[in-house]
């Protein structure tokens, strides 16, 4: 079965969640990408002067993340595919991101929106959000070449 609408709306509903305290979810979302791969600090600039959340670029690079996220799982379920732009796909090519960093942010969003979502949160709601940004993380990678 493809990507349903009960996971499309699973989505949605926790990206509400996400929303409502932005600061707070994006401190947790940094600080897990960091205990994994230390080396990120040096990869985004709006992490110069570590996790500030009241640094609104930092925020803001949150926010996107998880909206992107978001749209792929409308995506997924009005279309069965996600398209990244190849704008996207050029910037990760340039920084040479790889599978394994793929992989650490993604266990950060799962993490965060765990802690969002509070007593919402289950096995098939973050699937819903893994199978998301798994798609959107292929889209990413073929606008690479
Ligand atoms: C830039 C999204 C995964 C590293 C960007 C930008 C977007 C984006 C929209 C443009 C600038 C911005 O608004 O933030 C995504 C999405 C991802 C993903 C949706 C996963 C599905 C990753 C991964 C890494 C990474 C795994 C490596 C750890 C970067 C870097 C930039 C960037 C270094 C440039 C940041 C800067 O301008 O300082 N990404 N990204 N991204 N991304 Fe990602
Ligand atoms: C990857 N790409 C763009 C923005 C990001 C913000 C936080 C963590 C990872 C990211």
């Known amino acids: 079965m493809g990507f349903t609408e009960k996971q499309e709306a699973l ?13 707070k ?23 110069a002067n570590g996790v500030d959340p009241n640094n609104p670029n930092l925020t803001a690079h949150a926010e996107k993340l998880f909206a992107l996220t978001r749209d792929s799982a409308g995506q997924l379920r009005a ?10 796909g050029a ?11 793929f992989a650490v942010v993604k266990e950060a969003l799962l ?19 893994e199978t998301a940004y798994d798609a959107l993380a292929i889209a990413i990678k073929k606008a690479f070449a």
């Open 11 to 23: 989505v949605n509903s926790s990206w509400e969640a996400f929303k409502t305290n932005i600061p």
């Open 25 to 47: 979810h994006s401190v947790l979302f940094y600080t897990s990408i960091l205990e994994k791969a230390p080396a990120a600090q040096n990869l985004f600039s709006f992490l």
């Open 79 to 88: 279309k069965g595919v996600v398209v990244a732009d190849a704008a996207l």
């Open 91 to 101: 910037v990760h090519a340039q920084k040479g991101v790889t599978d394994p960093q």
């Open 111 to 129: 993490k965060t929106i765990k802690e969002a979502v509070g007593d919402k949160w289950s096995d098939e709601l973050s699937n819903a959000w």
